[in-house]
């Protein structure tokens, strides 16, 4: 079950990715992907964090998200949050 | 003594004579300037009940919302995801004047940008606050960027890469003139060889509606069953301003930068004059609104009787309609056909002194004069109305103005390019 919860969250933050940045939008996203490399500036960074926080009901702070370096580092950090970690 | 080999460019550069060279408009009855000038010509009307989120709550004001906007494919649909109405409606106006002033050929570093308008976007912070009331934690970022007017300066400079300044200025419903006399300002102090004023779409809630309806400044309901009646600007029936969502864009620049670019101007700003009345409140003051049409006339070094045509503020107010008119007639300008743009359009607030400066330049350059809707029993009836039908009429020099709350009266005199 853990492995699919986090598959769902790269989903979910997949599709955020989508909705903020409609030019990727179809495009396979891989863990590896950095948001910046996808077109994304520092505000739709944010706007990608803040999409999935809401959709997850999370509550982290951006400073401690500053280290995440990747799409999967993201959702490793939302995965974690969300099972208390 | 210095020769003038070295600049050869600069006597008609420093030309004082400003004009100008590109315009653009969104109003409730036209997008776009061919359109608009259809429907001025026309005395369309576009009023009824508002019904776009954040703007009813449980009211029924009327007013004339804009159709949905086609907004050209050089803006991304990652920008657009984060821009509201009032930035739209900024950048499609600008777009529409950049296209015809042929701006991509001008220097960027040498571009201004003047925005029109204070708390332009109170109907999207609105809705934000109703969506995250209780779950603040998930405010969309860009919020931060959106709550501030300067961020219209912002997405417009980028977008098409202006370089020079950008700044608002606040005037209440004169801000769009207001914005115009500044981009004039700018670019005869030499700041910017040209300058955009564009007046912001003012993105009313219904808690912005009910404060002007409150404060008797805003029309009632009593034409609710006939909405294509409300708005009538010098009419003994009116009883306040109805809203129109509008925009405009106009480009001011010296005759030398725009030949450079094979643009002909509209029209010359001919004069301009700002005068307060030192009063907060949203009453009018006669003596004001005359002192700011006889400094716009000697600046334009014009009198009265040549002014062919005026395009006043005229809301539909109880009291700024007698008070603008009896302004008008003291200055000797009841010769002069007058108009009421809002009357078709209805109040832009913000956008109205940029829009009705690109109503009055339209005219001028198709001879034609708009009709004024629901004049039915005009409130000087000795005055040279456009009533119920366009005229044809050459306008050799035409005069524009705006009143705004706190005591603020502009005026700005249009002059044919052959006059």
């Known amino acids: 079950m853990t492995a699919q919860r986090h598959a769902e969250i790269f989903a979910l933050v997949q599709n955020n990715i989508y909705e903020v940045l409609p030019d990727v939008e179809g495009r396979e996203i891989k863990p590896g992907d950095r948001l910046t490399d996808l077109g994304a500036n520092s505000v739709d960074r944010a706007e990608i964090v803040m999409l999935a926080m809401e959709a997850l009901s999370l509550h982290i702070q951006r400073v401690e998200l500053s280290g995440v370096k990747n799409v999967g580092e993201l959702v490793d950090a939302l995965y974690a949050k969300s099972h208390g970690q | ?419």
């Open chain 2, 1 to 419: 003594m210095w020769g003038n080999w070295s600049m050869p460019s600069m006597p008609s550069r420093m030309d004082s004579d400003l004009f100008v060279t590109g315009c653009g408009v969104l109003s409730a009855v036209g997008q776009g300037k061919d359109a608009f000038l259809a429907a001025l010509l026309a005395g369309d009307q576009a009023f009824g009940v508002m019904e776009r989120p954040g703007r009813n709550n449980g009211t029924a004001f009327l007013g004339a919302e804009l159709s949905a906007l086609d907004m050209p494919e050089r803006f991304p649909g990652k920008l657009l995801r984060t821009v509201g109405l009032s930035g739209r409606a900024a950048l499609l106006t600008l777009h529409e004047a950049w296209e015809e002033a042929r701006l991509l050929d001008a220097d960027p570093l040498r571009i201004g940008l003047v925005v029109g308008g204070s708390n332009i976007q109170q109907r999207e912070l609105a809705l934000k606050h109703e969506t995250y009331q209780g779950r603040l934690d998930y405010l969309p970022p860009t919020y931060g960027l959106s709550f501030m007017d300067s961020d219209l300066c912002g997405l417009c400079s980028e977008q098409f890469g202006i370089r020079g300044l950008a700044h608002t200025v606040g005037g209440a419903s004169a801000s769009g003139q207001v914005a115009v006399i500044e981009a004039a300002r700018l670019v005869r102090s030499g700041e910017a060889d040209i300058c955009i004023a564009v007046g912001a779409l003012t993105d009313l809630s219904y808690w912005e509606l009910q404060g002007l309806r409150s404060l008797g400044a805003m029309g009632s309901d009593r034409f609710a069953g006939e909405p294509a009646l409300a708005c009538r600007p010098f009419d003994e029936r009116r009883d306040g301003f109805i809203f129109g969502e509008a925009c405009g864009a106009v480009v001011v620049e010296r005759r030398a930068t725009a030949a450079e670019r094979g643009v002909e101007p509209y029209a010359k700003l001919a004069g301009w004059a700002m005068a307060l009345d030192g009063n907060r409140n949203p009453d009018p003051s006669a003596a004001g609104e005359t002192r700011a049409i006889e400094q716009a006339l000697t600046r334009a070094r014009l009198t009265a009787p040549q002014i062919d045509y005026v395009n006043p503020h005229g809301t539909g107010s109880g009291v700024g309609d007698p008070v603008e008119l009896a302004a008008i007639r003291g200055c000797g300008l009841d010769r002069a056909a007058i108009n009421a743009t809002k009357s078709i359009t209805g109040h832009g607030l913000a956008a109205a002194g940029t829009v009705e400066v690109v109503a009055t330049l339209l005219q001028m350059k198709a001879s034609r004069l708009h009709p004024t809707r629901n004049l039915e029993q005009p409130l000087d009836p000795e005055m040279n109305w456009v009533r119920d039908k366009a005229v044809t009429q050459e306008i050799g020099h035409a005069l524009t103005l705006s009143v705004g709350f706190g005591g603020v009266n502009t005026a700005l005199c249009l002059s044919a390019t052959e006059s």
